[in-house]
Nanobody
Framework: QVQLVESGGGSVQAGGSLRLSCAAS????????MAWFRQAPGKEREGVAT????????YYHDSVKGRFTISQDGAKNTVYLQMNSLKPEDTAMYYC????????????????????WGQGTQVTVSS
């Protein structure tokens, strides 16, 4: 059974940094699309970054390009989201997801495409 466990959320001031972790079990992550999504109150869940582990195909939402970095540690079967220069608008519940499909090489960032989800970790950025 596939399980995803996120950690690393918290509260920071604008301009600060956080690193989210997603520990995966039950499959070999390098053959799956992995993604980070976020959902703010009253808003749709949106794809922030995706990664196809075996060849390193990466996608970022325009709003986080240059500030967020998705990466992997094969030995730990863990995917990370390094978040720098955080803004109040980054405040949301962040979810790790796995099992999406690829299109043109990249993993799609559509919620409906992902089969497995973690429980979420809260990120709050104050101004």
């Amino acid at each position: 059974q596939v399980q995803l466990v996120e950690s690393g959320g918290g509260s920071v001031q604008a301009g600060g940094s956080l690193r989210l972790s997603c520990a995966a079990s039950g499959y070999t992550y390098s053959t799956y699309c992995m993604a980070w999504f976020r959902q703010a109150p009253g808003k749709e869940r949106e794809g922030v970054a995706t990664l196809y582990g075996s060849v390193g195909w990466i996608y970022y939402h325009d709003s986080v390009k240059g500030r967020f970095t998705i990466s992997q540690d094969g030995a730990k079967n863990t995917v990370y989201l390094q978040m720098n220069s955080l803004k109040p608008e980054d405040t949301a519940m962040y979810y790790c997801a796995a099992g999406g499909r690829r299109f043109g090489g990249e993993c799609v960032a559509s919620r409906a495409e992902y089969k497995y989800w973690g429980q979420g970790t809260q990120v709050t950025v104050s101004s």
